[in-house]
């Protein structure tokens, strides 16, 4: 069975060879280095115990310096599984996603045509090259010098020019008897409508030869020398050699750079992609004039398992990273990512590095950012998120772009990363207010940390304090013990100041985990702040002998332990706010208003000191007030039933 031209190509990209192999051999963890695709193993084909069988994921090929197997992915799966060719290509083809082309009784006509149109390009390649050299190249290489390209940079990128004028190309093509249907086959010249000769595609521009991964110039890219054209660049048409969607600038050059440890650099153009590699950056690439395509990402992928996205430093340029965030979510996999490095604004890789040096691109790519975090930004910038509906409207755009991530536990993660983003927008730490009265415990300056004999004992404190951290320590266990009601109470837990720092930690982490994993809380709250507070909340006396901490998991008693105590530090918060603002007002002649909030201040005291559960389960208020032991009120009324009910006997 004949196959199409390029099905093979394709079918080598979207396979990686080292997870074809590793279904057959153990890796060595001590040679491998998987981060650059460079995996060695004992070898499948013949017994050792040595590791001698490499794999280079990047080049695709495998070769045993044992007994000197050698080839690519097809080839291991024939040797391996004992198959034909079709029927290892069959195999890797359905593991690849991909439809086995029907039987094409002409491919090998059209390979011999493939062929063909490569060495039509080629004679275009030195034509280009040849009149860049001439009197009508003379503003283009004045235009490139000023680029900051030497002549030995213009011959190792083979710059060209396409003079103006209709059949320059055409006419030097068939002076070499190339046959028309061969020159408008390679996208090098046009039909005319008008019924003439055709007429070259490219006229007055500055020419980049775009090669394939094997070598071979299958396109062309052309840079407008008159500032008045339609189209500054301008790439050859799609043709039997040159997929748009499926090719990278520099490709080949860029794998090879990668795969001596460069990082692989993806540029909007190609002056960006021949500045980087000039300056030192030589695993730099570029999409065609389009947005990166899904093929493209995955040939990047090929090369490197975290690309980064170098783009221009203005709107456009976030415009093209939004777009490669929508492309790549669905595609992501473990280990294959994107960072992206922005430019500073209004400048390109080309640019900066003109004015500043490699050094300045050096430090914009070690600040790139996770594909996450923009994503976030993407949501989130310029935004105000003063409302409930303008928060929840914020979470259901990140959950239908984090629905879009197939892998479940990329999903996971980048769940909790936006979690955590989320967090630190609408959770900002608490600042000191600017003048007037501080309400007691929003905010104190740090003390030198106590030892722990007197952070696990509230001896040290006295007084209103002391009730109010104990309280804080109860509501904390109790959340701890049954994280289930952390959902009912995560506002009252969000407002209360916590005056212990230890208690303002365990309150964070309870927040930021008691609702999404509550069957590992404690854990999370060790790896978050440490076990030793956890260990002082638990070790605290009138702690442990709490009953919501000793029956954990009981959803009522935590309930109202929890509704109690934070009433109770409500009340006292507002005990505190009304005597700190009667103090300030002293200094006035004391009138009837003030008495009266005073009053009102003492019964506030009461009520955040007495027990409001306790209080219904075991007293009574009588008609005159007076408050009656509930147990007492009902052993009377049953001894006076007794009497009663004998009297009527009688």
Same mark, same amino acid.
């Given at each position: ?22 279904? =057959? ?90 062929? %063909? ?5 080629? %004679? ?89 991964? @094997? ?28 997929? =748009?969607? @499926? ?21 909007? +153009? ?8 000039? #300056? ?27 690309? /980064? *996205? ?44 003109? #004015? ?10 070690? @600040? ?15 935004? /105000? ?24 536990? *990329? ?19 608490? %600042? ?5 009265? %501080? ?13 722990? +004999? ?16 104990? @309280? ?7 959340? *701890? ?89 409500? #009340? ?7 005597? #700190? ?34 209080? =219904? ?34």
């Amino acid at each position: 069975m004949s196959l199409p031209p390029g099905f093979l190509d394709e079918l080598r990209t979207r396979l990686s060879l080292s997870q074809v192999v590793g279904r =057959k051999v153990m890796w060595d963890a001590r040679k491998s280095n998987q981060g650059k695709g460079d995996m060695w193993a004992p070898c499948p084909f013949h017994h050792e115990k040595t590791a001698s069988f490499h794999v280079d994921d990047r080049k695709g090929y495998y070769y045993c310096f044992g007994c000197h197997a050698k080839g690519d992915a097809i080839s291991f799966v024939k040797e391996t599984e004992n198959v034909s060719f079709i029927e290892a290509v069959e195999i890797l083809a359905r593991e690849a996603g991909m439809t086995m082309p029907a039987r094409d009784p002409k491919a090998q006509e059209k390979q011999d045509r493939r062929t %063909q149109l490569a060495e039509v390009m080629e %004679q275009a390649v030195q034509f280009f090259r040849l009149q860049l050299s001439t009197g009508a190249g003379t503003a283009a290489r004045d235009y490139i010098t000023r680029r900051g390209l030497t002549g030995q940079s213009m011959d190792r990128w083979e710059i060209g020019f396409a003079p103006d004028g209709w059949q320059n190309l055409w006419d030097h093509l068939r002076g070499k008897n190339v046959a028309e249907e061969l020159i408008l086959g390679a996208g090098l010249a046009k039909p005319s409508t008008k019924g003439g000769k055709p007429y070259d595609t490219f006229r007055n521009r500055i020419m980049f030869p775009i090669r394939d991964v @094997r070598g071979r110039c299958v396109a062309f890219g052309g840079r407008a020398m008159d500032p008045n054209d339609g189209a500054k660049y301008l790439n050859s048409p799609e043709t039997d050699l040159f997929d =748009k969607g @499926r090719s990278l600038y520099n490709h080949g050059p860029a794998r090879q750079a990668a795969g001596q440890g460069q990082p692989l650099i993806v540029a909007e +153009g190609y002056m960006d992609v021949i500045a980087l590699s000039e #300056a030192g950056f030589g695993a730099a690439v570029a999409p065609l004039g389009t947005a990166i395509t899904e093929h493209q990402l995955q040939l990047l992928w090929r090369i490197a398992d975290e690309p /980064v *996205i170098a783009l221009d430093g203005d709107t456009a340029g976030l415009r093209a990273a939004m777009r490669v965030i929508d492309l790549a979510l669905p595609l992501l996999q473990a280990g294959k990512s994107v960072r992206f490095a922005l430019m500073p604004e209004g400048k390109d890789p080309d640019d900066l590095i003109r #004015a500043e040096g490699p050094g300045a691109v050096q430090a914009v790519l070690e @600040r790139a950012i996770p594909m996450v975090q923009l994503l976030w930004q993407r949501e989130t910038e310029g935004k /105000v998120f003063d409302s409930p509906e303008r928060k929840a409207a914020l979470d259901k755009a990140l959950r239908e772009k984090i629905k879009l991530i197939r892998d479940p536990s *990329i999903r996971t993660h980048y769940g909790q990363e936006i979690k955590d983003l989320r967090w630190q927008l609408f959770r900002p730490k608490r %600042q000191p207010r600017p003048g007037g009265w %501080q309400p007691r415990g929003a905010w104190k300056p740090e003390k030198a940390p106590a030892t722990a +004999g007197v952070r696990t004992s509230y001896l040290a404190a006295s007084g209103e304090d002391a009730q109010t951290r104990m @309280r804080e320590a109860v509501i904390l266990a109790a959340a *701890i013990s049954t994280p289930a009601v952390v959902v009912q109470f995560e506002q009252q837990l969000e407002e209360m100041d916590c005056r212990d720092p230890d208690h303002a930690a365990l309150r964070e982490a309870i927040l930021r985990h008691a609702i999404d994993d509550p069957d590992n809380l404690k854990d999370h709250i060790v790896d978050s702040v440490g076990a030793e507070p956890l260990e002082n909340l638990l070790g605290l006396r009138h702690v442990a002998i709490s009953p919501c901490v000793r029956r954990p998991g009981d959803v009522e008693l935590a309930e109202m332990t929890l509704a109690e105590e934070l009433a109770k530090l409500q #009340a006292q918060r507002g005990l505190d706010a009304e005597i #700190a603002e009667a103090e300030e007002e002293l200094s006035d002649l004391a009138d009837e208003a003030l008495t009266w909030r005073l009053k009102q201040a003492a019964e506030q005291r009461n009520r955040a000191s007495r027990s409001q559960n306790e209080d =219904k389960a075991i007293f009574d208020v009588a008609d005159n007030g007076a408050r009656i032991n509930r147990d007492e009120r009902q052993a009377f009324e049953a001894i006076m039933s007794g009497i009663k009910f004998e009297r009527k006997r009688r």
